[in-house]
């Protein structure tokens, strides 16, 4: 709940200098995007998106889609649909929706998934090793997690070491209704045709959404229902993008995420991984 | 009844010809000018063919006037500082009557209008 507290401190006294109009500060110190069009690409090659929960394949990624269209101050981004409330210099205001990341583990065309296309039947769950009965009581079929948009605000803080981005998101649809707070810091370096971005990130999402997503059901186990129990818990991780602008249209990318689990998500039964990668190597195309 | 409206539109047809023969010519027709630097400075060149003599009027922060007299100039450059579009009128010396105009277009310059992108496009959820 501190967590919660700081993020929402942090995001109200944004707010409130939030009164200057819109105008064009895009630099070549963040990534750009023709405003009023449509950018749309198609990168192809291979990758991997890893997938923790127990007896569930890895996703592979063979094509990875971007979509996106801004306006003024409406944007749609990958999944992402948000409002600028303000963007100055130094900062940005957003009103923000996506998608949660969690669902996408159980199910192959979760939302969150349409930008990876692999294999249909990545996610197909395998017969649950019967090796470790004795010490693990084996978990059922598992319950459906329903789909939900999360919604909130979101800002950006621009310095010269770099875009900080503090969110605070809820359940839009009353399935938990969790919250997820995310902070993350990106640098963006880009010279002649080459262009990197580092990025770091913290996710904390509340005992809603680890519970709702992670916890056993009665069904499921009865046993792990009682003896697992959900806390709310801090993700945390690295993303590192790299791309070789070609000629206008064609780039190489490779892009790699790791993340590590909270310890109250490593601990569920459901996973037998307490951390997750996703990378991808290849060529794009953009429209 | 008829025969005053069909007199009028020969009328008209006359005078539109007589108008078009008369054509005051500019160029350039247009000004190009930067988002940062409103102002147009341009040198155009103004064209006709019309055998009288006649004057070229100006509206440019104040009314600017050139009466041409010389029965083989046909044509007059002028350097032009605006902000606005300029219109040009060559009128008869004698009469005043307008004999033709012509316009000096000025427009913005504008660039792609771009704004901070707040998602890799390659992020893998």
Not at chain 2, 54 to 75: A, F, G, N, Y
Not at chain 2, 101 to 122: G, H, I, Y
Request: aromatic share 14%.
């Amino acid at each position: 709940m501190k967590s919660f507290s700081a993020l929402a401190l942090l995001l109200g006294s944004l707010f409130s200098q939030a009164v200057m109009a819109a105008e064009n500060t895009c630099d070549d110190t963040t990534d750009c995007i023709r405003q009023g069009s449509w950018d749309l690409g198609i990168a192809l090659g291979y990758g991997v998106k890893s997938n923790p929960l127990k007896d569930y394949k890895d996703i592979p990624i063979y094509v990875l889609p971007t979509v996106a269209y801004y306006g003024e101050k409406w944007f749609f981004d990958n999944g992402a649909l948000g409002y600028t409330l303000t963007e100055q210099e130094r900062f940005t205001l957003n009103l923000v929706t996506g998608f949660s990341s969690d669902r996408a583990y159980f199910y192959r065309w979760d939302p969150s998934n349409i930008f990876l296309a692999g294999s249909s039947q990545a996610l197909q769950q395998a017969p649950i090793a019967r090796t470790t009965w004795e010490l693990t009581p084996p978990i059922g079929p598992l319950e459906e997690r329903s789909f939900t948009y999360l919604g909130g605000m979101e800002a950006y803080i621009y310095n010269r070491f770099g875009t900080w981005r503090v969110a605070l998101l809820h359940d839009l649809f009353d399935v938990h209704n969790g919250m997820e707070g995310q902070i993350k810091w990106n640098y963006h370096w880009s010279h002649q045709e080459l262009s990197l971005d580092f990025a770091a990130f913290l996710d904390w999402k509340s005992q809603e959404i680890v519970d709702y997503y992670y916890g056993v059901r009665p069904s499921e186990s009865a046993y792990w229902s009682l003896n697992y129990q959900a806390e709310s818990g801090w993700n945390s991780g690295v993303e590192f993008t790299a791309r070789y602008h070609m000629t206008p249209e064609w780039e190489l990318l490779m892009t790699a995420r790791y993340t590590r689990f909270a310890d109250t998500i490593a601990d569920s039964p459901l996973l037998d991984e307490d951390d997750g990668y996703a990378y991808l190597i290849g060529a794009a195309y953009r429209f | 009844m008829l025969l005053p409206l069909i007199a009028l539109i020969g009328q008209s047809v006359a005078k539109a010809a007589e108008i078009k023969e008369e054509a005051l010519t500019l160029s350039p027709s247009l000004c190009l000018v930067s988002p940062d630097s409103s102002r147009c400075d341009i040198q155009v060149t103004l064209s006709w063919s019309t055998p009288q003599p006649v004057c070229i009027e100006l509206e440019l922060d104040e009314l600017h006037r050139w009466c041409i007299t010389e029965p083989t100039q046909k044509s007059l450059a002028l350097n032009i500082s605006t902000e606005s579009d300029v219109h040009f009128v060559m009128r008869d010396p004698t009469t005043n009557q307008q004999l033709a105009e012509a316009v000096l277009r000025v427009k913005p310059l504008s660039e792609p209008q771009t704004r901070r992108r707040f998602r890799n496009p390659w992020s893998i959820f």
